[in-house]
């Protein structure tokens, strides 16, 4: 690349290719379109935060994802993490549950509580949540595929415990467009799977408005090789056909927008990441503000939770990783998210120890404690460099949104594998720059040991008998609760959905009556089909 | 015909659930790249769907990306399905987020060459090569089905 004129150094582009002077001035803020975006914080557009007084008040969320073997085991996590001075949860599924499969299913051999809890029935739940206070730490469930039946579940947990749903908070992932890129947890076609997250949201809408049916996740999408401009408008493009989906149903922009969230990766350039959040706040308010006329300020609002970055943790000198995740927990703070979740450093090998996850907790907390990130407000705003590039960064993610829907939009282009394409290209230049060198990554390509340590690394024990412990009570389960209940009930989820009706409803009633989540599954293929990956190189 | 020459058909899959499949597809790419005919499966095929397609279209390297941790349940399977449809010559690799203390039952099971998550790219294509230069390679494309 050649050297920035009249200077002796070196070009330099970040990844999202904005080239980088070696010195920026008010003049470069002014000609990338000024300070008038910035604004008050709390106040549109929002650039510098969403509330006015942010971690004054309240610090950001500190949620580690957990959760492994039986629910038992994960609840026992749960509580070591609360116990710690963790303020919410982030359910980890095992796979049969994050694809719709019952524990004794052919296909889940050998994956039961494995990556994730094992989910049959809502008792589960039960024993899964038990002595967590619903009030006090709210859940995050990171669950797509099968989102509408485990948040039915979380739901009936939670009446059955005796709080009010129109008063439950906590959210849900379900973003089921962003597995089709990335993550792979699909069980429906496009269409169909777009319908049921749009059920979940009319349901929260109307009964749990304090609910979030539907976290948009650029953050896997990034995972998958897309650059931090793409992240972002790719995952406001997919919020946007969550959107229009539901307006089409007759749901007004104020009935829900303020309860849809975002969940964004942290790795690379400290500064290029923090425009992109800021950016990204500013650039999501305008759109919901001039393509959806909110009267409530609250739907223009970028929540998030911003944290990572599994893909910038590496397996070599996995100690490394303890450091790097420090630097994206503070760019999480300095970019004002309202939740952060650190990949623990051991995550390359294993389930993260006990140990792993106290550092990444420790981590958030030495920021919150110690470094003063909660005194003021975004404290980079009026950073020559940080105006500038938010500047930049907001027109290329504008670009890259403009581009996609001239090409008829995100559903169209991940249904035929065109953004799946784009971005696996991505991932395999970047290895290949990695491995040359290009990209430098420091205990990978630059400043290996001679002999590199075996790694400190204590692993995950999976415990085999877990699985048959789990189908054990499953089939007990099955035998004591009443069947013919079930059979009516799961005979009302298949008509809602024949019927193109909302299946939230009868889902709820099915699990109440202990129906599984393969059932419920089933009974959802037998209407909506499977999805057919397009495998196009 | 030199015997390296000779295009050697891989069917690369991803078995299991397990959905990450961006280390699966970057190694497929680098495989085209490098000359290989390469199919990829796509996500959550079976053990039985995978050596099927093995056999129907005669690929000489059977690779496999799992990250799931659950690479010696579907492993296992795999090898009685391959002695089943005697295709035990088949060059057989797997990938993925395999801990090291497991390397050495995965080659009990058969497995020719297991490559770890920070494996080069260039290594699996060097050890493809030279199972090809050694003549230790057997070719499929050329026998009845």
Request: contains cysteine; charged residues 25%.
């Amino acid at each position: 690349m050649k050297p920035p004129e009249g200077t002796g150094v070196q070009a330099v582009r970040n990844e999202s290719g904005l080239e980088i002077k070696p010195v920026y001035t008010a003049t470069d803020v002014e000609s990338s379109g000024g300070w008038g975006g910035i604004g008050a914080p709390g106040e549109f557009p929002f650039t510098r935060g969403i509330h006015q007084d942010m971690y004054r008040k309240r610090p950001w969320t500190m949620r580690q994802y957990a959760g492994f073997g039986r629910p038992e085991e994960t609840n026992e996590r749960f509580r070591y993490l609360v116990a710690h001075g963790q303020t919410g949860l982030n359910v980890a599924f095992d796979l049969p549950t994050q694809v719709g499969l019952d524990s004794d299913d052919p296909a889940a051999q050998g994956e039961v509580g494995r990556v994730g809890m094992a989910v049959d029935t809502l008792r589960d739940f039960e024993i899964a949540f038990a002595g967590i206070d619903l009030n006090e730490i709210t859940v995050s469930l990171t669950i797509n595929g099968s989102a509408a039946i485990l948040m039915a579940m979380y739901f009936a947990m939670a009446a059955k415990r005796g709080y009010a749903i129109g008063q439950l908070r906590g959210t849900a992932q379900n973003d089921i467009l962003k597995e089709f890129i990335g993550r792979g947890t699909w069980i429906f076609p496009v269409e169909p799977s777009i319908k049921l997250v749009g059920d979940t949201i009319l349901y929260c809408a109307e009964k749990a408005p304090l609910y979030s049916p539907v976290s948009v996740c650029g953050y896997h999408i990034r995972e998958s090789g897309a650059d931090p401009v793409q992240e972002m408008a790719y995952a406001f493009c997919i919020a946007k056909a969550y959107i229009d989906h539901v307006l089409g149903r007759g749901l007004h922009i104020d009935d829900f927008a303020s309860r849809l969230s975002f969940n964004f990766d942290i790795h690379g350039n400290l500064f290029e990441q923090v425009a992109k959040f800021r950016a990204g706040r500013r650039l999501w308010a305008k759109i919901v503000k001039d393509q959806y006329h909110p009267q409530d300020p609250r739907s223009m609002w970028l929540r998030m939770i911003a944290g990572g970055g599994g893909g910038g943790l590496t397996i070599e000198q996995p100690e490394n990783n303890i450091v790097r995740s420090a630097y994206y927990a503070l760019i999480s703070a300095l970019s004002g998210t309202q939740t952060m979740a650190l990949c623990c450093y051991d995550e390359a090998y294993t389930i993260p120890s006990e140990r792993a996850a106290r550092i990444a907790l420790r981590t958030m907390q030495i920021l919150i404690e110690e470094m003063g990130l909660c005194d003021t407000v975004d404290p980079l705003a009026g950073s020559y460099y940080v105006e500038t590039l938010t500047n930049q960064m907001e027109q290329r993610i504008c670009a890259v949104m403009s581009e996609l829907e001239a090409q008829g939009g995100i559903v169209s282009a991940i249904a035929a594998g065109r953004i799946q394409d784009v971005v696996s290209r991505q991932a395999f230049e970047r290895q290949r720059k990695l491995e040359s060198g290009e990209i430098r990554k420091v205990g990978v390509n630059c400043y290996r040991m001679e002999e590199e340590e075996r790694p400190p690394v204590e692993f995950h024990p999976f415990k085999e008998e877990v699985c048959a412990e789990q189908i054990e009570r499953l089939n007990r389960i099955r035998s004591e609760r009443d069947n013919a209940k079930v059979a009516g009930a799961l005979q009302t989820v298949r008509a809602d959905a024949k019927a193109g009706r909302n299946v939230m409803p009868s889902i709820i009633a099915a699990v109440e009556a202990y129906a599984t989540v393969g059932e419920l599954t089933q009974c959802l293929v037998e209407e909506y089909g499977r999805y057919e990956e397009p495998t196009r190189f | 015909m030199m015997a390296s020459d000779k295009k050697v058909r891989i069917l690369f899959a991803k078995p299991g659930l397990d959905g990450h499949d961006v280390g699966a597809k970057v190694v497929v790419r680098s495989l085209m790249e490098a000359g290989f005919d390469v199919i990829y499966t796509g996500l959550r095929k079976t053990p039985e769907e995978i050596v099927r397609r093995a056999r129907a279209e005669r690929v000489d390297v059977l690779g496999l990306s799992i990250l799931s941790g659950s690479h010696i349940p579907i492993c296992r399977r795999v090898k009685t399905l391959l002695q089943e449809q005697e295709l035990e010559d088949i060059l057989w690799l797997v990938g993925g987020n395999i801990p090291d203390q497991d390397h050495e039952e995965l080659k009990k099971l058969g497995v020719d060459g297991v490559f770890s998550v920070g494996t080069p790219l260039q290594s699996i294509i060097d050890f493809i090569r030279a199972r090809v230069q050694s003549g230790a390679l057997h070719y499929y494309d050329g026998r009845a089905s």
